[in-house]
Each structure stands twice: as C-alpha cells, then as structure tokens.
C-alpha cells in the first residue's frame, strides 16, 4: 500500500506554492487522494517517484495532471451574487464616459460560468444605461477546464 510520506506531503505543498501560488498545507488528505491514482497509473511505488520524475518530464504532462489534479474547479452559474450587485452598483455607474472599451480579465476562471455570468448581466445592464463595447478574456491553469 502506498501512503504519502510527510516529506513528499511537503513537496507536492511547495510546487504548488512556489509555481502557482496554491496553498495546499490544509489540504494533505486532497492531495494524497487525488494523487494516489495517478501514482498507481504510472506504475510508480511512491508519491517522490511521481515528483521526480514530473523534474525530468521536458514534455510537462506530469506537470499538467499534478495540476488539474489538485485544482479545484468550482463554478456555477450566479454564484455568490452579492459580487455582481457590487458591480452594478459601485463599478459601471463609476466608469470613466470616455472608456470606448471595457476590457475585464477573469483570472481562474474555470468552466467560464462566472464570466457568462457577468457577460449576461453588463448585457442586462446596457438595455438601461450606457456602456462600452466589452472584451472579456478568462483563463485558468487547469487546462481540462
Ligand atoms: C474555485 S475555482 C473558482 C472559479 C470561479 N470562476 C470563481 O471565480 O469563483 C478557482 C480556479 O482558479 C484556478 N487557478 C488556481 N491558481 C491559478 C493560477 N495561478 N492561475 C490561473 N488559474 C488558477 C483553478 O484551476 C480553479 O479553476
């Protein structure tokens, strides 16, 4: 049976960590679930197995499945809608009357179903009052999503 040792628990932490900013020290039983397959898949007998050779790996696929493995990618449609309000309220009635382009970056954005989100509701906004043209981009380091 493989288990994660606390050294490697500490490894997988600080890739993460260090590469892309992901805190996963709460995270050991996630990390240790998520991973066992992967290691198993590979025919590896260790989780340091796995790190090593993602270091080796130039075509960067263990790279790639470490993170898509231990991203969450939680998003739906209208969640936590008290940000759009905010949006509505604070932001567009603030924007500069000269803006001839409102350009929005959705950083880890998932799936995208937060930007369609706010793409409906500037839309939804416009049929009121005047806004710019809009160039949304949304992007995320997992890249299944
Ligand atoms: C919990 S989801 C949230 C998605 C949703 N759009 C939202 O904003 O509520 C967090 C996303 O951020 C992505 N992510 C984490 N670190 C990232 C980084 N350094 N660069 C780009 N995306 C990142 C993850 O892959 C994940 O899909």
Redesign the pocket.
Known sequence: MIQMTDKEFENFCRVMQEN???DLKKKRVLIEYRMIAEVKKRGMHSFQEFLDAMVKDESKELQYTM?NQL?????YFC??MAHYHYIETDVLPNLDKDLNELRIL??????????YTLLMMLEEYRLLHVLPSIAMV?????NA?
């Not at 991203?71 to 998003?75: A, G, H, K, Q």
């Not at 959705?106 to 930007?115: H, K, L, M």
Request: proline share 0%; with cysteine.
């Open positions: 892309y900013g992901i993170i991203t969450t990618n939680y998003t969640r936590e959705v950083a880890g954005c998932s799936s995208g179903q937060e930007c949304g992007c995320d380091i997992n999503v």
